[in-house]
């Protein structure tokens, strides 16, 4: 049985931080990892951090620097959300600059793999896949799974994942939402994945879809930008959606064997409390472009 967890609107949510491994499948331990001028980051004492810059309220574009974005490096946009927020943080304990690289979600990974960022904070799962190509620091969140409808469908009453049955559905590609939820809904009529967040809420909003699986954060962000989608939270039933733990603990990514950079994070981690991270990711809720 899954960890049960509280609403983000709850500052007090009760849970142990658990620690993933940071290990290299080899053993090793790496000192740096080269960025694109192929320097590491402890010679350039910069973090280079990749997001997708469009997965509020994780992370997002916006045109100014207000309420301390960060610029996106080769372009005159800036990027804020929890994802940001916690990269200033740790970058500024570490004593390191921070610089933020926009890519889109399929593309994450493998900069972490080629040593082209120095880590990805967006919104990952710790999932087993993603650990055979990349290593994890401890979670930075914990993400109940949702869903979404809107409000005068006939599933806005729904109690457990069986009275989504028969649902039309769809969620973002390559994540736990598309490939481990939304197959457990009885006689699902599944779409094809959608390639982003804001995608998979305009499938919704569309009509395309009768409801959308995703996490805590992202339903709540959705329900401000979309006033007519009710959500769903089956957590702590019987009728929740069946995943691990792990499926839903959030990390960091690093390249395979950079374990010093990846204890230097969890450094940092370790000193946040569960307070500390609903407060954080309360706050890039309320400020995310749709909620002004």
């Not at 799962?125 to 620091?137: C, G, L």
């Not at 649902?167 to 598309?178: H, L, P």
Request: with cysteine; aromatic share 8%; hydrophobic share 40%.
């Amino acid at each position: 049985m899954k960890k049960k967890l509280f609403s983000v609107a709850a500052l007090a949510m009760a849970f142990a931080m658990a620690v993933t491994g940071c290990s290299s499948s080899e053993g090793e331990t790496t000192t740096g990892e080269e960025t694109t001028d192929g320097e590491t980051a402890e010679d350039d004492n910069v973090l280079t951090v990749a997001m997708e810059c469009g997965y509020a309220p994780y992370n997002w574009t916006q045109p100014t620097d207000a309420n301390g974005a960060v610029q996106i490096k080769d372009s005159p946009d800036y990027a804020y959300g929890y994802d940001v927020m916690m990269a200033k943080h740790i970058a500024e304990e570490l004593g390191m600059e921070l610089e933020i690289v926009k890519l889109d979600w399929d593309s994450l990974v493998p900069a972490v793999q080629s040593g082209t960022v120095d880590c990805v904070i967006a919104g990952q799962s710790i999932t087993a896949e993603r650990q055979e190509m990349v290593d994890f620091t401890e979670p930075y969140y914990y993400a109940t799974i949702v869903t979404l409808t809107k409000n005068d469908s006939p599933y806005a009453s729904a109690t457990s994942v069986a009275d989504l049955a028969g649902a039309t559905c769809t969620s973002q590609q390559n994540t736990i939402w598309y490939d481990i939820c939304l197959p457990q809904i009885p006689d699902a009529n599944i779409l094809p994945a959608q390639e982003s967040a804001p995608a998979m809420l305009v499938a919704l909003d569309s009509g395309r879809c009768d409801i959308v699986v995703t996490d805590q954060p992202t339903g709540l962000a959705a329900t401000v930008a979309y006033p007519d989608f009710e959500l769903l939270d089956f957590t702590g039933t019987e009728g929740e959606f069946e995943v691990s733990d792990e499926e839903i603990n959030i990390g960091i990514s690093l390249q395979k064997g950079n374990t010093e950079l990846c204890d230097k994070i969890n450094s940092v981690l370790s000193t946040m409390t569960a307070e500390d991270f609903e407060e954080m990711m309360n706050e890039a809720i309320a400020v995310q472009p749709l909620s002004e």
